[in-house]
């Protein structure tokens, strides 16, 4: 836990693909998968799937993207959708994080 708490950032997207798996086994039906190019992250998406049954039946057929560009070291994009439920409250569907830049059309749509 140490190391995980103090390491450099690079040993921590090292840890994204594992991170991916572990979604997975622990939420049945959810997706998550990590790009890698060689040894390098390149992006990572993940939707849980009490987030999409959520949206499929009880949120309003309304999808809010939210993008925000990542400054630093590791420039990058993270990207979001939001859906509306039925009682106005925001609820989370999707996330991806991508270290280069990149338009709708290249994200998990």
């Known amino acids: 836990m140490q190391l995980l708490t103090n390491g450099r950032l690079e040993d921590h997207y090292k840890l994204l693909p594992w991170i991916c798996v572990a979604i ?9 998968f990590c790009e890698l190019q060689g040894s390098r992250f390149k992006c990572m998406f993940v ?6 049954n959520g949206f499929i039946l009880g949120c309003r057929k309304i999808l809010f993207v939210d993008r ?3 400054s630093g070291p590791y ?3 993270t990207l979001s959708a939001i ?3 039925a009682d106005d409250h925001l609820s989370t569907l ?3 994080l991508c270290l280069r830049r990149m338009s709708m059309s290249g994200s998990g749509f």
Request: proline share 4%; charged share 15%.
């Open 24 to 32: 997975v086994r622990a939420n049945p039906n959810s997706r998550a």
């Open 83 to 85: 859906a509306l439920e």
């Open 75 to 77: 420039e990058g994009t």
């Open 47 to 52: 939707v849980y799937s009490t987030s999409l």
């Open 68 to 70: 925000a560009h990542l």
């Open 94 to 96: 999707y996330m991806q």
